[in-house]
């Protein structure tokens, strides 16, 4: 794998996590919602935080786009799973959130699992997409008929 592929994964989670705290901060300002009460869903986006929040998510969006045109989705999720530590420590040390000993366990467990995940291949040999294997199958049916 290249750097540029590493960085890709790396934003991935930074995006995801930095997104998902900015979200969570700006929802405790705003208080409940629902769909319910859709107009205040909308107006949502105007608080700072959300709309910060949003933006990382979208940036996300982007670059996990990117990285499922490279791998797949079993490599990608829990290759970025670092992002879970990411998380918690924002969560933490940004929302002021008490984070348990048994989570702060199950983190060490999705990074010892990361381990695992990004020691494999990226991408598994194909023989081809399944809409052209489908695709030669009937071909082949057709020409024995």
């Not at 105007?46 to 045109?69: K, R, T, Y």
Request: one cysteine or more.
């Amino acid at each position: 794998m290249t750097f540029r592929k590493y960085l890709v994964l790396a934003a991935v989670a930074l995006f995801a996590s930095i997104g998902d705290t900015l979200l969570s901060r700006g929802m405790k300002d705003i208080g409940n919602v629902s769909f319910h009460q859709l107009q205040r869903v909308i107006f949502a986006v105007a608080n700072p935080w959300v709309f910060c929040g949003v933006a990382f998510l979208l940036g996300f969006l982007a670059a996990i786009s990117e990285a499922l045109s490279w791998a797949d989705l079993t490599f990608v999720l829990p290759a970025t799973g670092l992002g879970y530590a990411v998380m918690a420590l924002a969560a933490r040390f940004f929302l002021h959130e008490q984070i348990s000993p048994s989570r702060w366990a199950g983190i060490a467990l999705i990074i010892v699992g990361v381990g695992f995940v990004a020691s494999g291949p990226s991408r598994m040999k194909r023989v081809g997409t399944p809409l052209a294997e489908s695709a030669s199958i009937t071909a082949a049916s057709k020409e024995r008929a």
